[in-house]
C-alpha cells in the first residue's frame, strides 16, 4: 500500500518556504513499510485541490493532506476533501464546544470565523489535537484513507503518533524497512559513487541513496522486506562489501555525524581536546559543541582571526608569521602547540587559511587551508585546497580537521 | 500564466531529501510575474510521471520537470514526457556526438548507457548543458511550454538563466512583481504576527508572509501589478504603517541577516569585535565570521567552556565564579571585560549559559544564558531564559548577543 502527501498552502509556493512536514510522515510511513508514491504542494484553492485529491484517492491507498484547517477564508482543505469525495460539511455541536472552551481557557474571545473549525467531512472521524484548535479528520472511502492533518509541526505529529498511526497499523500489511547509513570523509560524492556503484548497483533491494555535504558522504541503505530478519540479511549481505572498499575512510556505520564519533573516542580515552580558529572562526568549536556532553572532552581554546592575537593569544612566534606567513605549515603547528599548552588538553586543532572570496594570493588563493594537530604523539600540519565558496571551504575546512583528529585517535 | 514544477527522482520521496531546485524556479518565474500554481515530486516511475505531467499540461501554461535525464534506466523523464504529450523519442546524431567529445575531453571511456541522453522528444529542442551531460529540452503544445531541466543544481541553475528565460521572457505577459523584507530580532513570531495582523489583513496586494526562526522573524511583503510604479505604490503604503508599529526592532528592511547589520555598523565607526563564548561554543564567532569581509572588524577571542579556561584566558577572577557560578551576570560581564582587554577590541560579547539538555539546576535550567557586553561606554550582563533544545537556547542566546551588540551601536 502506498502513500500520497499533499501539502496545502500558497505560501509553500514562494522561494522562501518548502514543506517539510512530508519528511516527518515519510518516515513515520516508511517505519510502517509505507513507501510514499508521490508528493504534491497545492495552493490554497478549492477547486485544484480538490482535484488533487481526486486523482491521489484514485491512485494510492493512502492520501495526507497537511495544513489549510485554519479558520480562514484561505483554508480550503475541509471544502476541497468534501469536494473530491462527494460529501457534505456537517457542523459539529461537540467540536464546536471544544474550541469555544479553549478560547476560555486562554482568556481569549473566539471570533465567530473560528466555528469553521468546526465542520467535518460527512463520515469522517475527528482526531482530536490538544496543541491547537483545528482538529484533523480521518476518513475512509472504498480501500483508501484519507487524512486531514493541521499544518503546524507541533500539532501535526502528535496527531499523526497518537491518532493515524494506531489506525494505521490496523491497516497495512507489515512491511519491515531496515536501513544502514555509512558516513565516509575525505572524499567527494562521485568518488564514493565511482567506488562502490558496482556493489550497490547488483541489488534492487536494498535501495542506495548517497547523500553528500562538503567532506561528509553518506551511503543510506534501505531494505524492504515481509520480514525483519530477510531485511537484514540483505544488509548484512551488500554492507561488508561496502565496508572492504571504503576501509577507514567509513567513520561511521550508524549514520553518527564525524563530530560525535570523535567525542565519543575523546570521552573512551579520556581525552581532551582545544582548538585555535583563524578562517573558520568558530564553526570547528560551534560543530564539537553542538553534540550535547561535549563538556566532558572540549575545553576551549582561541579565535585568532589578526595576527596580533595569533601571537599575543596562542604564542605564534612573530618571525615565524613573517617568514612564513599565517597561511602555513610552520604557524599552523604552533597555532596547534600554542593552544595545547595554554589550556592544558591532550589533543589540539587549529585551521588557518583563506575561506574567500576576499584574501586569495597567487600562491595562497581562496581555498587554500593548513591544518594543525597537536597531540601526545607529537604535533604536524596538512595543507589543502578546496574548491567552492566561503561557506563552503570553511565546512571542508572543518569536516578534515576532525577527520584528522579521529584518525590520530584510531 | 501560471507555472508548475515537477521534480523526479524516488530519492527526493525519502525522509532524509527534499527537492529545492523549485525554490530557485520560483523565485525567476516570480521574477517574470508567474506564479507557481503547484509542486510536485514524482518517482522514477513512466506511467506516474506521464501522467502527472499530462495533468499539469492540462492546467498550466508553463510546466517545468527537473532530474530523471540521467544515463541510467531509472531516469525516465524523457520516455514520460514523450509518452504524456503523445511523441516519439527521436536519436540526435549531433547531440551523441557531444556527449562522446565530451568524456574524450574527461579522458574518459563513455559506456553505451550515456546514449540514452541523446534522444530528444520529437520536435522539442535541446537546451545546450555546459556543466554536464544530459541536455535539458524545451519543447512546447498548443499554447503551453514543457521543459525538461537536469537535476544537479550546477547544471539546472545556469541552463535555465541562459536558456528557458529569454526564451519564457518572449512568452510570457509582463508582470512586476516587487518585494520587500523586515526582519526582527527578539520577539517571537506569534507576537510579531499579532501586532502587525491588523495592517497587512487590510490588503490582498501585496501578500504578507511571516517566516521565523529562532530570535529572528522576517515579514515578507510582495506586490504583483501590471506595472513596476504599481508595485512600488503598493510597498510604499503598507510598508511605513509595519515600521511604526515595530519600532526599533526592525533590524533590516533589506532581508539583509543580524550579523551583516552589526558588521556593516562596526565597520562605519571603524570599531572591532571580539568574543568570549561558553554554551554557544563558538556559534557567535561562527555567524560574525560568516559574512565576507568580517576581518575588518572582527578580532578574535576565547572559547572558554571550563572554569579554569574562562580565569586562564579571560582573567575571570576564581571567586567570582565561586561566589556566583559561571552562569551570572557578573562573570558575563568579567568575561566580556577580560576579553575586550585582552584582544583590545572596542567592543566585547560574552555568552555563558545552559545549552541543555544536562547541566540544569532549580535556580538556573537548561536554557538560562547570561550575555555581557563591553564597550567604550562601560560595561553590562543581560539574563535570558529560553525555552527548546540545545540548538534553538544556542542559536537564540546568539541573535540575542547580536542584538544587544546592534542595540549598543545604534
Redesign the interface.
Known amino acids: 500500500m502506498d502513500a500520497e502527501i499533499i501539502a496545502v498552502g500558497?505560501?509553500?509556493?514562494?522561494?522562501?518556504?518548502?514543506d517539510?512536514n512530508s519528511?516527518?510522515l515519510?518516515?513515520q510511513l516508511?517505519g510502517l513499510g509505507v513507501?510514499?508514491?508521490?508528493?504534491?504542494?497545492?495552493?490554497d484553492?478549492v477547486g485544484?485541490l480538490a482535484e488533487?485529491v481526486r486523482?491521489a484517492v484514485s491512485?494510492s491507498g493512502i492520501v495526507i493532506l497537511t495544513g489549510g484547517l485554519g479558520p480562514t477564508e484561505d483554508d480550503v482543505t475541509r471544502e476541497a476533501a468534501a469536494r473530491a469525495l462527494g460529501r457534505e460539511l456537517v457542523y459539529q455541536e461537540d467540536l464546536a464546544a471544544r474550541i469555544e472552551q479553549r478560547f476560555r481557557r486562554m482568556d481569549r474571545k473566539m471570533a465567530g470565523i473560528n466555528l469553521r473549525q468546526a465542520y467535518l467531512v460527512q463520515g469522517g472521524e475527528p482526531l482530536p489535537n490538544p496543541n491547537g484548535t483545528a482538529p484533523g479528520q480521518w476518513i475512509t472511502q472504498g480501500g483508501a484513507v484519507i487524512m486531514l492533518l493541521p499544518g503546524p509541526p507541533p500539532e501535526l505529529e502528535p496527531m499523526f503518533r497518537d491518532h493515524c498511526l494506531p489506525r494505521l497499523e490496523r491497516l497495512v500489511p507489515k512491511q519491515f524497512i531496515r536501513t544502514r547509513c555509512y558516513r565516509i570523509a575525505g572524499m567527494g560524492e562521485s568518488d564514493v559513487d565511482q567506488l562502490v556503484a558496482p556493489v550497490y548497483t547488483k541489488y534492487r533491494n536494498p535501495?542506495t541513496?548517497i547523500?553528500a555535504a562538503p567532506g561528509d558522504v553518506?551511503i543510506?541503505l534501505?531494505a524492504r522486506c515481509a520480514s525483519e530478519q530477510e531485511a537484514e540479511r540483505l544488509l548484512a549481505e551488500i554492507g561488508p562489501e561496502i565496508e572492504r572498499l571504503l576501509g577507514d575512510r567509513i567513520y561511521s556505520r550508524d549514520g553518527k555525524p564525524l563530530e560525535a564519533v570523535v567525542g565519543d573516542r575523546l570521552r573512551a580515552v579520556q581525552a581532551t581536546i582545544?582548538?585555535a580558529?583563524s578562517c573558520?572562526?568558530?564553526?570547528?568549536?560551534?560543530k564539537?559543541?553542538?553534540v550535547?556532553?561535549?563538556?566532558d572532552y572540549?575545553?576551549?581554546?582561541?579565535?585568532?582571526?589578526?595576527n596580533?592575537?595569533k601571537t599575543?593569544?596562542a604564542g605564534v612566534p612573530p618571525d615565524l608569521l613573517a617568514r612564513h606567513g599565517a597561511v602555513s605549515e610552520p604557524v599552523a603547528e604552533a597555532l596547534a602547540l600554542g593552544v595545547k599548552a595554554?589550556?592544558e588538553s591532550t589533543y589540539a586543532l587549529a585551521i588557518t587559511g583563506v575561506a574567500?572570496?576576499?584574501?586569495g594570493t597567487e600562491t595562497k588563493p581562496a581555498g587554500t587551508v593548513v591544518i594543525g594537530l597537536a597531540g601526545p604523539q607529537g604535533s604536524a600540519a596538512h595543507s589543502f585546497r578546496f574548491l567552492g565558496n566561503?561557506?563552503r571551504v570553511?565546512a571542508l575546512a572543518v569536516q578534515y580537521a576532525l577527520d584528522l583528529l579521529r584518525r590520530a585517535l584510531a
Do not use: C, W
Not at 550535547?292 to 563538556?295: K, L, P, V, W
Not at 574567500?356 to 584574501?359: A, L
Open positions: 500558497s505560501e509553500l509556493l514562494t522561494p522562501a518556504r518548502l517539510t519528511l516527518f515519510t518516515e516508511n513507501e510514499v508514491a508521490g508528493k504534491m504542494v497545492v495552493g484553492d485544484r488533487a486523482a491512485r535501495v541513496t547523500l553518506q543510506h534501505r582545544s582548538v580558529e573558520t572562526g568558530g564553526l570547528l568549536a560551534e564539537i559543541t553542538s550535547a556532553g561535549s563538556s572540549f575545553v576551549g581554546g582561541f579565535l585568532v582571526y589578526t596580533r592575537l599575543a593569544l595554554r589550556t574567500g572570496p576576499g584574501g566561503r561557506a570553511r
